[in-house]
């Protein structure tokens, strides 16, 4: 009855204790974890399929602080404090060298604990706390190298585009109570029609932040400034997973039009950070993007109707890529860095990490009998037999065979490069391997054999997770097509121009600049060379005849002027075009920009600076409000 | 009539403190100096200083000795000898006892006396510092008294007194009443070393007030710990109106006896050790009071 | 009959003190003379029988104002108000704002027919009614309140502390 | 009868203390007018609480709320003052424009 408290409690606790104690930070931290886990496994075994375990606080009925914990509930719970406990036990080998490991680790609680509760609340007000608490501890450790140059950016670029997706969740949520007249979650999710549709839009904008799904899908690659346990843990069980569980929590009420939705956002997602794996430079990055477009699959499931299929597809994708993480820290300590081509070659170094690694990401990209294979065929499955099946089978395949690529391309490019022999004296030894070693171990035995859970799952959860021989096939192809295309070939080759759009993660903001203004750019350029050519030919034309002239010495004036006026022409001509791009193209950047300088400038002419004389303006206001509300009333 | 009888309870007892602190001071007791004293201030011209705020010099001793006389307004002398039992009246005390922070800084303002003038901020610091020993072992009082009622607090330990089951509280009370009446080791704002501070500017009928309201503050803090920790009017054999005068009398001459004794201290360490030490064990001792509520309900 | 005499007292008291608050150019007298405002709103709030509220307010002003006393002389230039310095900007649009707001004010007062005359619980009454209140139906309030006030409290602190290079 | 002698008291307060606020160049005296209109509005609560709803406790409670918040906006004023006085010497408003557009 008590366990899912202490599993909210072993992780929370454990912070509050490092940060009283800040000694035996890392027995502590392990001892917090391990409890956690435990908790997290009774819990599991003590629910049944159907039953949930409901704990309040004593003697405050009215208070929203309510844990329950259901099948599904106690199930992520435990996915949670296993992929933990790991990255835990890795963290004390990665985290060896650095100093502040109590604040490190007490983050980490904070972290883990906050998304602990958020499985287990039951009612929207726990649940947006813990929401909110997830945020804040990802903004501290992401910036947990906070001194080191453009940490502090990319924490507060997370934050800040999370947070702007709140508001979907707090709209989201506040509808549901008031129209429901209850906080309490599952009483909510009863409702239907207009209400049910708003909140369910809403909730949708609220996961696709969290979750890093397109149009916010940027801020996941910065993230991956923080230390790596941080982004095992943020990508396989905590942050993004949030998005996730927000649309599974709340299933129930998504309308068929909603659920189209979250699926084509998956789709997308899948597609364009699939695109942008595939054109990284940076390993982790790489690995970044590849969650997106994993959370992009169980977008998609969800919105075929099987939030089984995704559930699965999150349990093993936890395991798969905190391991993958995992690794990219181990190699990321032997070189000081993740960019591939600082990474060229350690794979041969370093046989045992690399196989270790192949495992992990062949379950990613989906070869039997790994893990991987079944939940994405169940995935498959779900997008052939759900509705839409048409489209969202097409996003389904076509991110997988990119899935493939992206694998075979990091592998390929962890296990090629020059010979290692003569960066062996830079390499440093890696200190804490050990403690490494054990953690990525396990995550990778995990990856590797997840796949059996799915009768548990179907079983103990009363969820069903379609299969279908084709989505089988399917699945399969898609990978090994991926596999052998990606091995084969560099990413160049396959993206081409796309590559510096692709790499810089198809961003809104920027990213206008490159899907609208930078191929209109191009193509003014390449006019501007197709004149250059005209021009040169007819110059080359006109001095040949000259010569010619030259030489027969029967040169008439005439012709000679009208050659070189052709070639003035061409001249001319050229140079037209040219003005033309930067007058029509860059002046007219340059004017909407100058006419958003110029209103910003007229209203600032207000901002005196001089704190009276805006308190006066803001009181007068306040009357003139006053007045219309006495005078309208 | 009851206030009749009060004020002239207080004067009584500010007598009897005067003869104490004498006593303390010389090692004699001499009944007869306290009047003389009172009597040669009296006569002795009021000089005021040069350039001084006029209303706040003067009004400053008359506050002090009002917002004394109020706090003690709402102490019991027995089960009915009271002059107002406020409902809140464990909160008024401290209510009361800020004000004399008020009029020390408006003695030390109004004097245009550097002395005086570091006499009365040096006392802001220590007394907002202490008022919080104040208020927070009263807190912890009213908890078990279930009420803010002097009356109520003292009859809620009929059983026991609240210096047994407060032992922490008390001793916070006691050294914050201290603080409060500037008595030593804490009495900064008329230290010697500061040419006796605050009260340095002040002469003939003034400082006869302003001594006036001095003692009778002292008398006042005496009467709130024995009504909060010494159960006030409860005793055996004597009735309870000759309890709460020789309770407070002996708490009078502990309060003014004890600190002679004690070096007095830094203003830094008093704040520090205020601040740092006190206020955290005075909300050990709520939550102790707390626990101990509990479990014995 | 006592109550409205004791309101109409305190409330004069009040306004009276409040005009010097801002007319006294020294600047330990302005806070003095807004404690007094304080104690007289104190007044009122006994007056109304709000006991508890009352004693706080006589509590917590005292303080308060001493320290915002403290405050002054030490940012001040002209503490004592001996170099009548003027301290005073847009006089005019400032009593503008000021008595339309009063105005607004005394409108609504006169003018809305309020209803009123109610009993209200002896002080005991009272102090335990608030009580649930607080530890009840708005707990939540309550904290949060406190929470944000503290944290407020804590970044001021640091603000006030940091390091001026 | 006397909740319009407790309106009329806090309007006229609160006209006070916005001129206050409004008229005076110094950051604390701003922060008196501000403790002004403060009062008047704890004044306008605790009216409203005693002679319309004398059973509903959440007006009491928001008058503490009120009384905590005077304190906290001086301990807020006073931070900012301090660190303002430490970078410039000074905390006379007139002087400070650097929220200038």
């Given at each position: 009855m008590i366990t899912p408290l202490v599993v909210v409690l072993g992780s929370l606790g454990t912070g509050a204790l490092i940060l009283a104690l800040r000694r035996f930070v890392v027995p502590l931290a392990l001892a917090g974890a391990t409890l956690s886990f435990l908790a997290a496994i009774a819990t599991f075994t003590q629910v049944q399929m159907t039953d949930s375990r409901v704990l309040q606080l004593p003697g405050l009925p009215s208070f929203p602080f309510l844990l329950l914990a259901d099948a599904r509930a106690s199930l992520l719970a435990m996915v949670v404090a296993t992929v933990n406990l790991l990255v835990v036990i890795y963290a004390a080998g990665y985290m060896t060298d650095e100093r502040d490991q109590a604040r490190f680790f007490a983050e980490l609680a904070l972290f883990t604990g906050a998304m602990q509760i958020l499985l287990l609340a039951g009612d929207w007000i726990l649940f947006i706390t813990a929401w909110e608490v997830i945020a804040l501890a990802s903004y501290l450790l992401i910036g947990f190298w906070f001194e080191r140059s453009g940490v502090k950016e990319a924490a507060t670029r997370a934050f800040l585009v999370t947070r702007g997706a709140d508001l979907g969740l707090y709209s989201g949520a506040i509808i549901l109570s008031m129209e429901a007249g209850t906080t309490r979650i599952d009483d909510t999710l009863r409702l239907g029609g207009t209400a049910a549709l708003v909140a369910g839009v809403a909730l949708l904008i609220a996961a696709i932040g969290k979750a890093a799904q397109v149009p916010l899908q940027g801020w996941l690659q910065d993230a991956m400034v923080g230390p790596t346990p941080v982004s095992a843990l943020l990508h396989a069980a905590t942050l993004v997973v949030a998005g996730v569980v927000l649309l599974l929590r709340v299933f129930p009420l998504l309308s068929p039009s909603v659920l189209l939705l979250v699926g084509l956002v998956g789709g997308v997602t899948a597609l364009i950070t699939g695109l942008t794996a595939v054109s990284q430079r940076d390993f982790k990055r790489l690995l970044a993007s590849s969650t997106s477009s994993q959370l992009g699959f169980m977008f998609l499931a969800i919105g075929a109707g099987w939030p089984g299929a995704a559930l699965f597809h999150l349990v093993t994708n936890a395991a798969i890529k905190s391991s993958l993480f995992l690794g990219a820290g181990i190699y990321q300590h032997t070189r000081g860095s993740t960019r591939f081509d600082a990474l060229r070659g350690v794979g041969r170094r370093h046989r045992w990490v690399y196989a270790a690694l192949a495992v992990a990401g062949l379950s990613l990209a989906g070869i039997p009998p790994l893990a991987g294979f079944w939940s994405k065929d169940a995935v498959f499955a779900a997008t052939l037999t759900g509705r839409h099946a048409a489209i969202f089978s097409l996003f389904a395949v076509t991110g997988a065979v990119l899935t493939g690529v992206y694998v075979a391309r990091a592998l390929r490019l962890l296990w090629r490069g020059p010979d290692t022999d003569e960066r062996s004296d830079r390499e440093q030894r890696i200190s804490g391997l050990t403690w490494m070693a054990v953690g990525f171990g396990w995550l990778v035995v995990l990856a590797a054999v997840l796949g059996l859970a799915e009768p548990v799952l179907e079983r103990r959860l009363g969820v069903t997770v379609p299969q279908r021989a084709a989505a089988l096939l399917l699945g399969l192809l898609a990978a090994l097509l991926g596999l052998v295309a990606g091995w084969l070939r560099p990413a160049d080759y396959w993206l081409r121009r796309l590559r510096p759009v692709a790499e810089r993660g198809f961003r809104v903001g920027d990213g206008l600049i490159d899907v609208a203004v930078r191929p209109s750019l191009a193509l003014a350029r390449s006019c501007d060379i197709f004149d250059r050519g005209i021009h040169d030919f007819v110059l080359s034309t006109g001095h040949g005849a000259l010569r010619l002239a030259l030489g027969a010495r029967f040169l008439d004036d005439g012709i000679h002027r009208v050659v070189d006026g052709i070639g003035a022409l061409g001249l001319a001509l050229a140079g037209l075009t040219r003005r033309s791009d930067e007058v029509g193209i860059e002046r007219l950047i340059l004017a909407l920009v100058s006419a958003v300088r110029t209103l910003g400038g007229r209203a600032r002419q207000l901002q005196t600076g001089l704190i009276y004389r805006e308190l006066l303006l803001a009181s007068v206001g306040a009357l003139a409000i006053l007045l219309v509300v006495v005078l309208t009333y | 009539m009851t206030a009749l009888l009060f004020v002239l309870l207080l004067l009584i007892g500010a007598y009897v403190v005067t003869v104490i602190e004498r006593w303390a001071v010389t090692g004699r007791i001499d009944p007869v100096a306290p009047l003389a004293g009172a009597l040669a201030l009296l006569a002795t011209e009021s000089i005021v200083p040069r350039r001084p705020d006029r209303t706040l010099f003067d009004a400053a001793p008359v506050l002090m000795l009002i917002s004394?006389?109020?706090?003690?307004?709402?102490?019991?002398?027995?089960?009915?000898?009271?002059?107002?039992?406020?409902?809140?009246?464990?909160?008024?005390?401290?209510?009361?006892?800020?004000?004399?922070?008020?009029?020390?800084?408006?003695?030390?303002?109004?004097?245009?006396?550097?002395?005086?003038?570091?006499?009365?901020?040096?006392?802001?610091?220590?007394?907002?510092?202490?008022?919080?020993?104040?208020?927070?072992?009263?807190?912890?009082?009213?908890?078990?008294?279930?009420?803010?009622?002097?009356?109520?607090?003292?009859?809620?330990?009929?059983?026991?007194?609240?210096?047994?089951?407060?032992?922490?509280?008390?001793?916070?009370?006691?050294?914050?009443?201290?603080?409060?009446?500037?008595?030593?080791?804490?009495?900064?704002?008329?230290?010697?070393?500061?040419?006796?501070?605050?009260?340095?500017?002040?002469?003939?009928?003034?400082?006869?007030?302003?001594?006036?309201?001095?003692?009778?503050?002292?008398?006042?803090?005496?009467?709130?710990?024995?009504?909060?920790?010494?159960?006030?009017?409860?005793?055996?054999?004597?009735?309870?109106?000759?309890?709460?005068?020789?309770?407070?009398?002996?708490?009078?001459?502990?309060?003014?006896?004890?600190?002679?004794?004690?070096?007095?201290?830094?203003?830094?360490?008093?704040?520090?050790?205020?601040?740092?030490?006190?206020?955290?064990?005075?909300?050990?001792?709520?939550?102790?009071?707390?626990?101990?509520?509990?479990?014995?309900? | 009959m006592g109550q409205p005499i004791a309101v109409g007292f305190f409330g004069v008291v009040a306004i009276w003190f409040a005009i010097t608050v801002f007319r006294t150019s020294s600047m330990v007298r302005s806070a003095l003379a807004l404690l007094a405002v304080m104690v007289a709103l104190g007044g009122i709030f006994l007056a109304l029988e709000a006991e508890f509220l009352g004693v706080l307010q006589l509590m917590m002003m005292a303080s308060e104002m001493t320290i915002m006393a403290i405050f002054m002389v030490m940012y001040m230039m002209d503490p004592g108000g001996l170099g009548q310095m003027e301290m005073t900007h847009q006089k005019r649009s400032a009593g503008l704002v000021g008595a339309l707001g009063a105005l607004g004010g005394v409108t609504l007062a006169v003018f809305v027919a309020w209803g009123g005359g109610a009993t209200v619980p002896t002080p005991t009454g009272q102090l335990r009614l608030l009580g649930l209140e607080i530890m009840g139906r708005s707990m939540l309030i309550f904290e949060t309140a406190g929470v944000t006030i503290l944290v407020a409290m804590i970044a001021a602190t640091a603000v006030a502390i940091a390091r001026w290079r | 009868m006397t909740l319009t002698l407790c309106l009329l008291v806090g309007a006229v307060l609160f006209g006070i203390g916005l001129y206050g606020a409004f008229s005076q160049t110094n950051l604390v005296m701003i922060m008196m007018g501000v403790e002004v209109m403060l009062g008047a509005a704890m004044l306008n609560l605790v009216a409203f609480w005693r002679f319309l709803h004398p059973q509903a406790f959440s007006g009491q409670m928001f008058v503490l709320i009120v009384m905590t918040v005077m304190a906290l906006e001086a301990a807020v004023g006073f931070g900012l003052a301090t660190a303002r006085f430490r970078a410039k010497g000074s905390v006379e408003m007139e002087e400070a424009a650097e929220l200038k557009g």
């Open positions: - | 004394a006389v109020l706090a003690a307004a709402v102490l019991p002398l027995t089960s009915s000898g009271i002059v107002v039992d406020l409902a809140t009246g464990g909160l008024f005390v401290n209510a009361a006892l800020v004000y004399i922070m008020v009029a020390l800084v408006m003695a030390g303002w109004g004097a245009d006396g550097a002395y005086a003038m570091v006499g009365g901020w040096s006392f802001l610091g220590q007394l907002i510092a202490y008022s919080m020993l104040i208020v927070m072992p009263i807190a912890a009082v009213a908890m078990r008294a279930q009420s803010l009622s002097t009356v109520a607090i003292v009859q809620s330990q009929a059983s026991v007194w609240n210096v047994i089951t407060q032992p922490l509280g008390f001793v916070l009370f006691v050294l914050a009443a201290m603080g409060a009446s500037f008595l030593p080791p804490f009495d900064l704002p008329n230290a010697t070393a500061l040419a006796m501070g605050v009260a340095g500017e002040y002469t003939g009928v003034r400082l006869a007030v302003f001594r006036l309201g001095r003692l009778v503050l002292v008398v006042t803090l005496a009467t709130a710990i024995t009504v909060f920790f010494l159960g006030g009017w409860l005793g055996p054999l004597l009735p309870g109106w000759v309890w709460t005068p020789v309770k407070t009398l002996v708490v009078a001459a502990t309060l003014l006896a004890g600190g002679r004794y004690v070096p007095r201290l830094r203003q830094e360490h008093l704040l520090q050790w205020s601040w740092k030490l006190g206020i955290p064990l005075a909300l050990t001792n709520i939550a102790w009071v707390g626990v101990t509520l509990l479990a014995v309900r | - | -």
